[in-house]
């Protein structure tokens, strides 16, 4: 048996490592990537989680047979570096835990995550990286806005001080206090500390990351920052764009759909998920304009 751990049995190691990558959005933005699409008719020994857990995080999987293994299996691969005159890999080592093997491209289906061969991973770590350091931002002009007034006295006025600031902070209206306090040889001074309120540009820049990040995930966002202000053939070209990216990696798995049912005599199917969401909670047909996955087939 082996003494790797898996995924799940990393425990703290695991929220260690998310942590470190921008913590719960990552974690979020991770899972809604890995959930775009549906894998259906797979052979039992196959889950469809893990192919796109291992596109997410690998960029490119093998869908094999290993009847010493219990049959069909779909793991992680790279090239080993022989290639055809169009520069595609002619074999690959595919790897998992206590699994090390090297197969030649035609006993074999290659799945790429995108034309690219580029893990998801690499961008919503980007984008995850970048909104995090936003609200970190945030917190600390929060923080500066909350720091307590810095005032300038004696000892003798250092009480009378205290009692005011209790009384503003308990929103008294008016009050009283003896003029020769803010007067004398020691007249009461509060230092000017000029922090300036970042919170609301700071939301807009996070919000707008987000959106991109969702852009890019090929989902359909209330960028109303930016829509309020597009007509209807911008409207068009964006979604067009957020359809453009989904179909970049839809179409790989469809192509590997096709091969995998060809060489195996199997009848998997792939699915954007985008879809059933529509049909589950939406149940209208969008408008002209409004993203609509069903023109990608």
Request: with cysteine; glycine share 4%; aromatic share 10%.
């Amino acid at each position: 048996m082996s003494k790797k751990k898996s995924f799940y049995n990393n425990g703290d190691k695991i929220v260690f490592m998310e942590e470190s990558r921008g913590g719960r959005l990552f974690s979020t933005y991770s899972l809604i990537a890995k959930n775009r699409f549906r894998w259906t008719n797979l052979p039992e020994e196959i889950d469809s989680h893990k192919i796109e857990e291992y596109l997410f995080n690998c960029g490119q999987v093998a869908f094999f047979k290993d009847e010493s293994k219990g049959g069909y299996l779909c793991l992680p691969c790279t090239s080993n570096g022989m290639f055809n005159v169009y520069g595609e890999p002619l074999e690959f080592q595919v790897t998992g835990v206590d699994y090390s093997e090297s197969y030649k491209s035609k006993d074999m289906v290659w799945i790429r995550n995108n034309d690219h061969c580029l893990p998801t991973r690499n961008q919503v770590e980007f984008y995850t990286d970048w909104i995090d350091d936003i609200e970190k931002t945030m917190r600390k002009n929060l923080k500066q806005l909350r720091q307590p007034d810095i005032v300038a006295t004696d000892k003798n006025n250092e009480l009378t001080m205290r009692n005011m600031w209790d009384k503003v902070e308990e929103g008294d209206e008016p009050i009283f206090y003896n003029k020769d306090v803010f007067r004398g040889e020691f007249p009461i001074q509060v230092l000017n500390r000029n922090v300036v309120n970042n919170l609301e540009s700071l939301q807009k820049n996070k919000d707008d990351v987000m959106f991109e990040l969702l852009t890019f995930l090929g989902i359909n966002n209330a960028n109303t920052s930016k829509k309020e202000r597009m007509i209807v053939d911008e409207v068009n070209v964006n979604n067009i764009h957020i359809l453009m990216n989904l179909d970049i990696e839809y179409k790989n798995r469809k192509l590997a759909c096709e091969m995998i049912n060809k060489k195996f005599g199997l009848n998997v199917e792939v699915e954007m998920v985008i879809e059933e969401l529509q049909e589950r909670y939406m149940n209208i047909d969008l408008p002209k304009g409004e993203f609509n996955p069903n023109k990608s087939k």
